[in-house]
């Protein structure tokens, strides 16, 4: 006889069975991903952590999860300094006059400077040595951020250097689709001393060929300013009656830049994280251990609320098992994993998806580019859906990331496969693997991925580290 999800009684295996079985009917079947999509992204538009736009969409966002049943439905306020955008201009004075769109870096200085052109692959310190004195008083064209492949150097460290080589101001040139400059957070904890801002790629390429005449003039305008704001995280949770004390997060953060509306970065990860709690909430009594549900505000702006939430909640780190955490998801994403730091949650999260029959990349690889660092850093193990075989989209950051570009797919793919995970892990009756680290575990850890230099430009104190 069938045994279905509402049996009292069953073995692990055949409840594994069948709640990958709901998942995938209520994933597939939902007609909810495009209306969310169309509301946050172009209804409500942009949301800057602390503006109207974003506290709108946090109540939009409330009203569906309760609707789902998600339980302790509340917003746990969090600082932050906000941005006050204001138009820039870049202007070539010489050999030619020519304007560009531009749009300044957050947390770059308003100022109005001018100086020769000068041409920097990256600013390490023996490309700085190269280009010599050449680098005192002129104004900077910089590489854009490299989102795959590559060795992330924050931008506070390069703007350090710069800074240092005596630089007035800095253009980067976008990665992103041609035609749209690409923004970037370039001051975590104080705001840089010198002016910046992107440009287009082919903009980029104009300005690379005067640079390479070693006589060209461009002037440099910005204006925008920090400023002081509030903002909160939305958290919620499904709790089964006689839950063991111990956890699973899920989260996304829901926050962009001003120009962009968000529908990749991060409307994916928000409207996958809906759509797994929406598959799960009818299957929350046969849980082993509660799933908390974290909807960030500021990851643009530096991780503000994930770093938020792990200070005012680090006494409770111990309960918290494992992190999921999704941003930025398309069809490759699906099919790989990175779990950081912890061998043996690889090991069990790699035969989870065995026996999903699904054929998912799973590695042991160290990342720090979302929501997941604060809680990394605290020694909680987390992992996050990852592209292990290419770069991403190229919109992201963008006034290009719209609705439009994301397939409803993209989200179904990706919420199939990891609320599958999350459902066997959540019902799991055997003690999941990986606790958390030791503080010296984790110092030692990070002096052996070489990255405390990186963090502390970042904001993170890495105390113990040399």
């Known amino acids: 006889m069938e045994v279905s999800i509402s049996s009292p009684v069953m073995n692990h295996s055949a409840l594994g069975t069948l709640l990958d079985r709901e998942i995938c009917a209520s994933v597939w079947n939902s007609p909810h991903p495009p209306v969310i999509m169309n509301r946050l992204c172009h209804e409500i538009g942009p949301r800057p952590p602390g503006t109207p736009e974003m506290q709108a969409a946090q109540a939009y966002l409330k009203t569906l999860l309760d609707e789902i049943g998600v339980g302790g439905l509340r917003q746990e306020c969090v600082p932050l300094p906000g941005w006050k955008p204001e138009p820039s201009q870049l202007e070539m004075c010489f050999p030619i006059q020519r304007k560009y769109e531009s749009v300044q870096h957050v947390n770059t200085c308003a100022?109005?400077?001018?100086?020769?052109?000068?041409?920097?692959?990256?600013?390490?310190?023996?490309?700085?040595?190269?280009?010599?004195?050449?680098?005192?008083?002129a104004v900077v064209l910089l590489r854009?951020?490299?989102?795959?492949?590559?060795?992330?150097?924050?931008?506070?460290?390069?703007?350090?250097?710069?800074?240092?080589?005596?630089?007035?101001?800095?253009?980067?040139?976008?990665?992103?689709?041609?035609?749209?400059?690409?923004?970037?957070?370039?001051?975590?904890?104080?705001?840089?001393?010198?002016?910046?801002v992107a440009v287009s790629p082919g903009a980029a390429s104009e300005l690379h060929h005067y640079a390479q005449t070693r006589k060209a003039e461009v002037r440099l305008i910005t204006r925008g300013q920090r400023v002081a704001a509030r903002c909160s995280n939305l958290l919620g949770e499904l709790s089964p009656p006689g839950a063991r004390p111990e956890a699973l997060i899920i989260s996304a953060h829901l926050d962009t830049f001003h120009l962009n509306p968000g529908a990749l970065d991060n409307l994916t990860g928000v409207v996958t994280l809906l759509e797994i709690v929406r598959a799960l909430a009818p299957l929350h009594a046969h849980f082993q251990r509660k799933l908390l549900i974290n909807i960030y505000t500021g990851e643009e702006y530096g991780f503000l609320g994930s770093k938020s939430y792990v200070r005012d909640h680090f006494d409770e780190l111990d309960a918290i098992r494992f992190v999921l955490n999704l941003d930025m998801l398309w069809p490759a994403t699906a099919e790989g994993m990175a779990v950081i730091w912890s061998p043996s949650m690889r090991d069990y999260i790699e035969g989870q998806f065995r026996q999903t029959q699904r054929r998912v990349d799973v590695r042991n690889l160290f990342c720090m580019s979302s929501d997941y660092l604060p809680f990394v850093l605290a020694g909680v193990p987390a992992g996050r859906?990852?592209?292990?075989?290419?770069?991403?989209?190229?919109?992201?950051?963008?006034?290009?990331?719209?609705?439009?570009?994301?397939?409803?797919?993209?989200?179904?793919?990706?919420?199939?496969?990891?609320?599958?995970?999350?459902?066997?892990?959540?019902?799991?009756?055997?003690?999941?693997?990986?606790?958390?680290?030791?503080?010296?575990?984790?110092?030692?850890?990070?002096?052996?991925?070489?990255?405390?230099?990186?963090?502390?430009?970042?904001?993170?104190?890495?105390?113990?580290?040399p």
């Open 111 to 137: 100022a109005d400077v001018s100086g020769r052109l000068v041409e920097v692959e990256s600013a390490t310190e023996a490309n700085l040595d190269r280009a010599g004195s050449a680098l005192e008083n």
């Open 144 to 196: 854009g951020h490299i989102s795959f492949g590559q060795k992330y150097t924050p931008y506070p460290i390069q703007m350090e250097r710069l800074t240092r080589r005596g630089v007035r101001g800095v253009i980067t040139r976008s990665s992103e689709v041609e035609g749209c400059p690409g923004i970037r957070l370039f001051g975590f904890d104080d705001v840089i001393p010198i002016p910046a």
């Open 385 to 465: 859906p990852a592209s292990l075989a290419g770069p991403m989209p190229p919109w992201y950051h963008t006034t290009e990331d719209t609705a439009e570009k994301v397939p409803v797919d993209w989200i179904r793919s990706n919420a199939m496969v990891f609320g599958q995970l999350l459902a066997r892990m959540l019902a799991d009756p055997a003690p999941l693997p990986a606790g958390r680290l030791t503080p010296e575990e984790v110092q030692l850890l990070l002096r052996q991925e070489g990255v405390v230099e990186e963090l502390r430009s970042m904001g993170f104190p890495c105390e113990g580290c």
